[in-house]
C-alpha cells in the first residue's frame, strides 16, 4: 500500500481522537495520507488535506471514519473509480462499518501484508428524465428515492416493470434500493434485507394508500421506469440518490433504474460474515430503541 485516501466525517465525536493513530500508522508504515482539504482542517491536519477531485489519485485504499453517511460520501465522490474501502465505524449502526475503533491499525496491518479479500457490490444506476429531453445518470450504492417535494402530501406514481405497467401507487414515496442498501431507508420503510452477495435489487412503496403495498425483488437484467403522475401544474417530484438531493425536482418525467455494471469494493479481513454481524448489529438497534 502506497497511499491511503481518508474521508472522515470531521466533526463527529470520537473521529479527532482516531485520527493521530493513523498518522502515526501511515509514518510508521511509509504509507502517504490525503485527506479533503475542508475535513483536514477541522482536524488541525493541513498538510495532508487535497482537493476532493484529487483525493483518490494514486490511492490503494479508501478509509472512511464515521458512519454509514460517510461512506456513501466516499463513494459519491469516488464516481466510477473502484477503490477499495474500510469503513471504521464511530456510529450507533454502521451497516457499512465492520471496523471497530480498536480494530484499526490491525485491519490496516492486514491490508498491507495482502491478508484480505474484495467484497465487491452492486450498485444502481438510475437514468433520470426532464421535461426537455435532458437526462442525467446517477450511480447508487444504497438507494433512489422518489417522492413528493412537500412533506405529508401524497403523490401518485407509475411503476414500469421492463417497459409493461405493474401499477400506480399513491403514497409518500418509493425507494429502490440495492442488496447493500436493504438495511438502510428500505428497512425502515418494511423492505426484505437481503444478502449483499445476492444480484437483485428491491423496490418498497412507503406508506402506501392502498392494501398493494408489498415489496417486489427484481433480477440482475430487469429495469423497472418510475414515473410521476402531476394533477397539480406547480407540482413537484423529489429524487434522492444516496441521500444527495436531485435538482430540477418539478420536471422530471421519468426515473429509470435497475443494476449497474460498476460495482463497489469493500475489504474484508477475515471478520465475521454478514449474517453474525447482522445478528449483532440488529441487537443492538434494538437496545437503542
Given at each position: 500500500?502506497?497511499?491511503?485516501?481518508?474521508?472522515?466525517?470531521?466533526?463527529?465525536?470520537?473521529?479527532?481522537?482516531?485520527?493521530?493513530?493513523?498518522?502515526?500508522?501511515?509514518?510508521q508504515?511509509?504509507?502517504?495520507?490525503?485527506?479533503?482539504?475542508?475535513?483536514?482542517?477541522?482536524l488541525?491536519?493541513p498538510?495532508?488535506g487535497?482537493?476532493?477531485?484529487?483525493?483518490?489519485?494514486?490511492?490503494?485504499?479508501?478509509?472512511?471514519?464515521?458512519g454509514?453517511?460517510?461512506?456513501?460520501?466516499?463513494?459519491?465522490?469516488?464516481?466510477?473509480?473502484n477503490?477499495?474501502?474500510?469503513?471504521?465505524?464511530?456510529?450507533?449502526?454502521?451497516?457499512?462499518?465492520?471496523?471497530?475503533?480498536?480494530?484499526?491499525?490491525?485491519?490496516?496491518?492486514?491490508?498491507?501484508?495482502?491478508?484480505?479479500?474484495?467484497?465487491?457490490?452492486?450498485?444502481?444506476?438510475?437514468?433520470?428524465?426532464?421535461?426537455?429531453?435532458?437526462?442525467?445518470?446517477?450511480?447508487?450504492?444504497?438507494?433512489?428515492?422518489?417522492?413528493?417535494?412537500?412533506?405529508?402530501?401524497?403523490?401518485?406514481?407509475?411503476?414500469?416493470?421492463?417497459?409493461?405497467?405493474?401499477?400506480?401507487?399513491?403514497?409518500?414515496?418509493?425507494?429502490?434500493?440495492?442488496?447493500?442498501?436493504?438495511?438502510?431507508?428500505?428497512?425502515?420503510?418494511?423492505?426484505?434485507?437481503?444478502a449483499p452477495?445476492?444480484?437483485?435489487?428491491?423496490?418498497?412503496?412507503?406508506?402506501?394508500?392502498?392494501?398493494?403495498?408489498?415489496?417486489?425483488?427484481?433480477?440482475?437484467?430487469?429495469?423497472?421506469?418510475?414515473?410521476?403522475?402531476?394533477?397539480?401544474?406547480?407540482?413537484?417530484?423529489?429524487v434522492?440518490?444516496?441521500?444527495?438531493?436531485?435538482?430540477?425536482?418539478?420536471?422530471?418525467?421519468?426515473?429509470?433504474?435497475?443494476?449497474?455494471?460498476?460495482?463497489?469494493?469493500?475489504?474484508?479481513?477475515?471478520?465475521?460474515?454478514?449474517?453474525?454481524?447482522?445478528?449483532?448489529?440488529?441487537?443492538?438497534?434494538?437496545?437503542?430503541?
Amino acid at each position: 500500500m502506497k497511499k491511503l485516501a481518508v474521508i472522515p466525517y470531521a466533526k463527529k465525536p470520537g473521529v479527532a481522537k482516531i485520527v493521530p493513530r493513523l498518522v502515526a500508522w501511515a509514518k510508521q508504515n511509509n504509507v502517504d495520507m490525503a485527506i479533503p482539504k475542508s475535513d483536514a482542517s477541522v482536524l488541525g491536519l493541513p498538510e495532508y488535506g487535497v482537493e476532493k477531485e484529487n483525493l483518490f489519485d494514486d490511492a490503494d485504499l479508501a478509509l472512511t471514519l464515521g458512519g454509514d453517511g460517510t461512506t456513501l460520501r466516499a463513494v459519491n465522490l469516488m464516481g466510477e473509480r473502484n477503490i477499495p474501502i474500510i469503513g471504521v465505524n464511530l456510529g450507533e449502526m454502521g451497516f457499512l462499518m465492520w471496523v471497530n475503533p480498536d480494530q484499526m491499525e490491525d485491519v490496516l496491518d492486514r491490508v498491507k501484508d495482502g491478508r484480505f479479500q474484495i467484497e465487491q457490490r452492486r450498485m444502481l444506476v438510475a437514468k433520470i428524465s426532464y421535461k426537455d429531453g435532458h437526462s442525467i445518470e446517477r450511480l447508487a450504492l444504497n438507494d433512489v428515492l422518489v417522492g413528493r417535494d412537500e412533506f405529508g402530501r401524497l403523490i401518485k406514481l407509475d411503476l414500469l416493470v421492463n417497459n409493461t405497467l405493474f401499477c400506480r401507487y399513491a403514497a409518500d414515496g418509493l425507494v429502490a434500493a440495492t442488496p447493500t442498501g436493504s438495511t438502510a431507508y428500505s428497512f425502515s420503510a418494511g423492505g426484505p434485507i437481503i444478502a449483499p452477495a445476492t444480484d437483485v435489487f428491491v423496490a418498497i412503496p412507503i406508506c402506501s394508500h392502498s392494501l398493494n403495498n408489498r415489496s417486489l425483488v427484481f433480477s440482475s437484467t430487469d429495469k423497472i421506469t418510475i414515473k410521476p403522475i402531476y394533477k397539480e401544474p406547480a407540482s413537484k417530484v423529489g429524487v434522492s440518490v444516496d441521500g444527495i438531493i436531485v435538482d430540477r425536482p418539478q420536471d422530471v418525467t421519468s426515473i429509470e433504474i435497475g443494476l449497474a455494471e460498476h460495482t463497489c469494493s469493500f475489504v474484508s479481513t477475515g471478520g465475521p460474515d454478514f449474517y453474525e454481524a447482522l445478528s449483532v448489529k440488529l441487537k443492538k438497534w434494538l437496545s437503542l430503541r
